[in-house]
């Protein structure tokens, strides 16, 4: 048989049915950072896992490291060091970036490495060497809240709500820090609304990190909106498989990227290669895994909202939950998780999270496996009291992290957990009275 002739398809002529420039977020998912495969004759990515590597002359090995020194890349071919750069870690940042709508990205060993570089590029792109404000706006993730109220970094913080952060702002102010949704409440937060008031500073515009973690680029991409930055743990949905650490920051401003690998650099805080192998191979299948679990989140929300033993439910897909219509306009869809309160307080709570067959009791999210945990006692323990009860993160509240199993498998565990428990506690009351 003859097969027909192979044509390049970069010899197409450019007419309206050529495929268009930029592709949808999750065909980047599947070739992004994978640009240079066919010249490689490699149809999966290399993992350099060299610590060092061979210079060619002193000159040319100096000129690299005063570049790479000051967040620049390897100059002429010379990566010098793996703490300073990795081709493979650099190919994970490139397909992160082009996921996020962003020219860069940044990876870290963890996402609170990411959170902490962040902090610090800050106070270097304010050219300050000591000090500086952050505004923050809860809630936050409870370690990016730790992180704040401790005062290891010597920043001074005030806390805000989303619509109260231009009063907040001050002449030193270096950075906004928001996420959305935010984790455990699932608040929803309208990043250009936070950025438009960051601009309007008399003395100029303030910088915004979105903790993005919980939407992933396949659901929200906050560069789109005007923040500075996006950031994630890639610990959670970009390795998606529960075997990766990771964070990453991404951002179309020069300065900014320099400045984030500048800290990398000085701190040591580098995503391992092997990692970035794992986080890159996630990627692929993030689409599919979000939209999956996604849908499965809708179905358990809306059931988990009907069920005697269930005292309320916190889901960015509910209208009650969404008051500026942030999904479908900021983000695409609701996304996978799902936070409720029990009927029957922190007992009934702990034995909904023993009960269980298929979920998994653990912090985390974002993993193939779906994934259950009590904010209150676990995630947001570091959180003061007073910043718990004002952001009703209280000790009936689980966080549920959908999975991909099925979704009838999931409400069926559910279910009978949530009708076991609250029976074992009005026994208890009973026996009790
Ligand atoms: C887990 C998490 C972090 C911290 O990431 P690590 O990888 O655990 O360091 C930061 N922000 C959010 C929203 C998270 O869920």
Redesign the pocket.
Known sequence: MQLPERRDPRSLPPDSDTPRESPRTATRGVHAGRDDFAELCVHAPPLDLSTTYPVHGVDAACRSLDAQAAGGPPVDGEPIYARLHNPTVARFEQALAEMESAREAVAYA????A?TASLLAARLVAGRTTGGHVVGVRPL?G??DHLLESGLLGLDVTWATADRVGEALREDTVLVIA?TPA?PTLQLVNIAKIVRQAEARSSGPVPVVV?S??ATPILQRPLEHGATLSLH????FLGGHGDV???VVATSDPEWAAALRQVRVATGAVLHPMAAYLLHRGLPTLAARVETAQKSAEILARRLAEHPAVASVRFPGFAECDPEGVVGRQMSGPGCLVTFDVEGGLEAASRVVENLRWITPAV??GSTDTLIQHPAAMTHRVVSEAAKEALGIGESMLRLSVGLEDVEDLWEDLDHSLRAATAEVETVELACA
């Not at 963890?110 to 490495?113: H, L, V």
């Open positions: 963890s996402g609170m490495a959170v993730y370690g990016t996420e984790n903790d973690t919980f743990s890639a610990t959670k650490m990771g964070g985390s999210l």
